[in-house]
């Protein structure tokens, strides 16, 4: 079965550092998923499968290369495993939010094989930079076949 994540969704992190996943990302995600530092300051959750997917790829990168090593070095050291509880929450790991500025607010976001989790600001801010460069940032990836 091929995930598909999509479309955007605001919430809250708890005192406890506990977020509520939309339900329709839930049964997508699995009850057991991975959730890792990303780019741009948002974390990223990952399917087992996919990120399985991925964990492949990443080894086929040369260790002898610099940039492949801090890459798969930072992106693994943030990894933790998580699942729901029974009210469908995740608890985002201290670090993850930390990193990502997690404090209240958040924008659950759907892209494509995962899910990231921004600061609501963060992607207000994000979204609307975008979208200023979004017809020639589709121009640019004419070149790649899109």
Request: charge should be negative; proline fraction near 3%; include cysteine.
């Amino acid at each position: 079965m091929k995930v598909m994540f999509m479309g955007e969704f605001l919430h809250t992190i708890d005192a406890k550092g506990r977020l509520i996943i939309p339900a329709k990302f839930r049964e997508a995600l699995g009850y057991r998923f991975i959730a890792t530092k990303g780019l741009d300051n948002c974390l990223f959750l990952y399917p087992e499968d996919e990120w399985k997917n991925f964990e492949e790829k990443l080894k086929k990168l040369p260790v002898s290369q610099p940039n492949a090593r801090q890459f798969v070095r930072f992106f693994f050291s943030g990894a933790a495993e998580c699942e729901f509880d029974k009210q469908g929450r995740i608890l985002l790991p201290a670090n993850l939010r930390e990193y990502a500025g997690l404090e209240k607010d958040v924008m659950v976001v759907g892209v494509m094989n995962r899910i990231e989790i921004w600061d609501a600001a963060r992607w207000k801010e994000y979204s609307e930079q975008a979208e200023q460069n979004y017809e020639s940032a589709a121009e640019s990836l004419v070149d790649l076949g899109i």
